[in-house]
């Protein structure tokens, strides 16, 4: 923390002289209880958008820190009808961040009482969320973009979603600073509403960034990345790379470091900042798996429901020893330009089966199932990794913040075997993604016709010629459903919830 901070404690006596909520100079550590947190005010959020619902009320508490680049949040909300099933947006129990000015949703943050981001996209950033006896709680770092984060006022607001445990059914939002359920259309309603002040006395804790490739991971690790150590201590860190995968590269503040034989390292004496990198590679003894990402629409839009395996011509796995526990799937999505991150982790799995065609048979549902669905094969080439794509954990469209499209990066990993109708069985592989499919939306063509941008089908006959005389079908999106991009993706507004797709059969 700059020295100048500590000193200028003026300001502090005078916000709170004047009632004005403060956000204290600090970098916490997410989801570790950190002290700095209660070295901050709490402030109540209780403004409800409908105090004479006879149902369960939300309130909750915030605390804000803040350092260069980052505000930084914890919201602990008392909610007795918490949901935790499907949905991340505003319709399913959640809390929502207005960072500076803006309108429209360009300044919103939100972030799932189970830790689903929606809202505005950023590579840096980051939450913590856990369930509680009495409702949830959120903590969140927020990057700063292109606001300047210093000393004096700052435009921010805090709403809860409070939804029953039905879900999707929000009947009140609850507001920290300015009226509640206005931070969307617009930030004058609490423009100005926090004061950012310098801290009582510096942290003498110091950072360590831990920035992992695919293929791995570092423990401990933690949410956002960013370990917060004492002056002077040691610590050690062990890197664990995934089955098939070697270590490749190891430093410190650019400089390679060795791994012991137990694959750790220690940090002796910290008294700095330091920035740990770690990239893993494939074993050659490994063998090289393809698989593609199967994408499919729903009337909500766009959702990546199976990677789909492909053992190669003449292996078949068994189909009944095939389970979800034998894969751990991950997805890295980003957007189409700037490659800022959208979605990342883990995947769940709702079943695995063997196919002879690298196609799903439908879907299995915790109520119902698809109207399509079949049971897997006895054996096949393909090994269909059914993900649990309708689910909190996994329920999010590929597309991003601005209804643009997305980059799909998905990632498995064997932890286990793979037994085959004949042969031994694959128990060391590395799977490459090769492409990425939609049933439907691969059979248009996009263009570019002076200003107009759009997808077009053509119904074609078994020799791929196209059928004269059959209807025209126009759809013309509205609002923000073709994204922001549309001179470079014009599948954008098909993606989208009740997009064209959910009238095309396939």
């Keep these: 923390m700059p020295v100048g901070f500590a000193a200028e404690t003026d300001n502090i006596a005078i916000a709170e002289a004047a009632d004005i909520p403060t956000a204290v100079y600090g970098t916490p550590e997410l989801g570790s209880n950190d002290p700095l947190w209660f070295k901050t005010n709490e402030y109540p959020i209780n403004r409800s958008s409908a105090p004479d619902d006879p149902r369960p009320h939300a309130t909750g508490t915030v605390r804000i820190l803040w350092d260069e680049n980052f505000l930084y949040a914890r919201v602990v909300v008392e909610d007795s009808n918490v949901y935790q099933g499907a949905g991340g947006d505003h319709t399913y129990d959640s809390v929502e961040f207005f960072v500076g000015p803006g309108s429209n949703g360009s300044n919103q943050w939100r972030v799932s009482a189970t830790g ?65 359920d206005s931070g969307f259309n617009g930030h004058e309603a609490f423009q100005d509403s926090i004061e950012l002040i310098p801290a009582a006395e510096p942290d003498p804790r110091h950072s360590i960034t831990l920035l992992t490739g695919t293929g791995g991971r570092v423990t401990p690790s933690v949410p956002g ?143 119902h199932n698809s109207p399509d669905y079949r049971d897997g094969l006895e054996s096949g080439r393909y090994i269909v990794v059914e993900l649990e794509f309708y689910t909190e954990v996994g329920g999010s469209t590929t597309l991003d913040g601005s209804s643009n499209s997305t980059r799909q990066n998905y990632n498995i990993v064997l932890n286990g075997e793979i037994e085959l109708k004949n042969g031994n069985p694959i128990d060391y592989a590395v799977f490459k993604q090769t492409d990425v499919v939609n049933p439907i939306l691969d059979k248009f063509t996009t263009h570019t016709f002076k200003s107009v941008n759009y997808a077009l089908y053509i119904h074609k006959d078994e020799k791929g010629n196209a059928v004269q005389g059959l209807p025209l079908y126009v759809y013309t999106h509205g609002m923000s459903r073709g994204g922001t991009q549309a001179q470079i993706d014009q599948k954008a507004s098909m993606k989208s919830a009740n997009g064209s797709v959910a009238l095309m059969l396939p």
């Design 116 to 180: 689903v981001f929606s809202g505005q996209s950023h590579t840096d950033r980051a939450a913590w969320t856990q369930i509680t006896d009495t409702g949830y709680i959120v903590e969140i770092r927020i990057p700063k973009r292109d606001l300047t984060l210093q000393p004096g006022k700052f435009t921010f607001e805090v709403n809860i979603n409070n939804s029953s445990e039905i879900g999707a059914d929000r009947y009140e939002v609850v507001s920290a600073f300015g009226p509640p």
């Design 225 to 367: 990345n960013v370990k917060r150590v004492a002056h002077g201590s040691d610590f050690t860190f062990t890197v664990i790379p995934d089955n098939g995968k070697l270590v490749d590269t190891v430093t410190v503040d650019g400089e390679p470091v060795t791994l012991e034989s137990d694959n750790t390292f220690t940090l002796t004496n910290i008294v700095a900042d330091h920035q740990i990198r770690v990239t893993f590679k494939d074993d050659p003894a490994a063998e090289q798996i393809p698989f593609i990402v199967w994408n499919d629409n729903f009337a909500r839009g766009e959702y990546t429901t199976a990677v789909i395996i492909d053992l190669g011509e003449g292996r078949e796995a068994l189909g009944s020893a095939l389970h979800p526990g034998l894969f751990t799937v991950s997805a890295r999505n980003t957007t189409l330009t700037g490659d800022t991150v959208v979605f990342e982790g883990t995947r769940n799995i709702s079943r695995v089966y063997a196919n002879d065609e690298p196609k799903v048979r439908g879907y299995r549902g915790k109520v």
